[in-house]
């Protein structure tokens, strides 16, 4: 599964509290490959290449949960995603079908 999402990292690993000046929005595209789901920065093309960037940005799903942020009202069609070394991240699906879509893919692999 592809498509854009909007990412606000909350928690680093083992669940600390992400600092200020790094919380903020920012839009990737995403690919969900197997167990990882890849975050590409900059204008989409379809053979485009990961950048070392890219792949740092890349987080592993295995042992993650995603669910609906009901508590979050800034920004709507937006759910969690908890890792398994307890890092939590916001994404902003571009509407309630993509964001749904995501929370599935994510929790079935
Ligand atoms: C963050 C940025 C986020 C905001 C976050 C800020 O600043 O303004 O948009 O989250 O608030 O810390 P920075 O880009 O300097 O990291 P919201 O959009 O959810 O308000 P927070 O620290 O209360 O999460």
Do not use: C
């Amino acid at each position: 599964k592809n498509g854009f999402l909007v990412r606000k990292v909350h928690a680093d690993s083992d669940g600390k509290r992400t600092p200020r000046g790094k919380r903020g929005w920012k839009t990737f595209y995403a690919i969900l490959k197997g167990l990882i789901l890849y975050l590409q920065k900059g204008e989409y093309r379809p053979e485009k290449q990961l950048s070392d960037e890219d792949l740092k940005n890349a987080v592993s799903i295995h042992h993650s949960l995603a669910m609906k942020a009901s508590d979050y009202s800034k920004r709507p069609n937006v759910f969690y995603l908890r890792t398994a070394d307890w890092r939590v991240y916001l994404f902003q699906a571009p509407n309630d079908e993509q964001m749904q879509s995501w929370i599935t893919r994510i929790n079935t692999v």
